[in-house]
């Protein structure tokens, strides 16, 4: 299965930006789950090759945004806000590991897809953790702080709206 990467319109909301990011985290996740399925060599080549790069290259953006620009701007939220965002910051460190071996797979699978037998039992073991974690801290951070992040003013969910955008092109 192959995913088409391209430039898309711009999100209205600072809230709608960290969505699309959530919507790639659950693609990208359905798509490495779907790796082991009986794809032809060219189409598992390119396909982990997106996965890796967007799980090596786009989500550390993610995470930072998370801890680097919205936790700061909600360091005046309510105490269950600031323990959401602690939590969220741990479970980025815990979840480290798990997604070096999914990179470290689609890395291997995007230069030789007949390895796709021999790593599809790790494989599927690491998305099925990763699924489970990721649902977790992404509802977490759509229940407990995308509220936050609406309750700032629209200036400030603008100006963080900016950084995020400028971390994507710097």
Do not use: K, N
């Not at 997106?50 to 309510?78: K, S, W």
């Not at 291997?108 to 390895?115: E, F, K, S, T, V």
């Not at 790790?122 to 992404?138: C, G, I, K, P």
Request: aromatic share 4%; hydrophobic share 50%.
């Amino acid at each position: 299965m192959l995913v088409t990467l391209g430039t898309r319109s711009a999100p209205v909301d600072l809230v709608d930006l960290l969505l699309e990011c959530h919507h790639r985290i659950r693609r990208f996740l359905a798509l490495a789950g779907a790796l082991t399925a009986g794809w032809q060599d060219d189409e598992i080549r390119v396909t982990a090759a997106q996965i890796r790069r967007y799980f090596a290259d786009g989500l550390p953006l993610h995470v930072a945004d998370e801890d680097e620009t919205i936790a700061p701007a909600l360091a005046g939220a309510p105490p269950a806000v600031i323990e959401a965002m602690g939590q969220m910051s741990r479970e980025h460190v815990e979840m480290a590991p798990a997604i070096e071996r999914l990179i470290d797979i689609c890395a291997q699978l995007a230069a030789d897809p007949r390895q796709q037998a021999a790593l599809a039992p790790t494989l599927t073991a690491t998305v099925t953790e990763l699924t489970r974690r990721f649902e977790s801290h992404l509802a977490l951070e759509e229940q407990m702080v995308f509220p936050a992040v609406l309750a700032l003013p629209h200036s400030v969910r603008e100006e963080l709206r900016g950084a995020i955008q400028r971390r994507r092109v710097g």
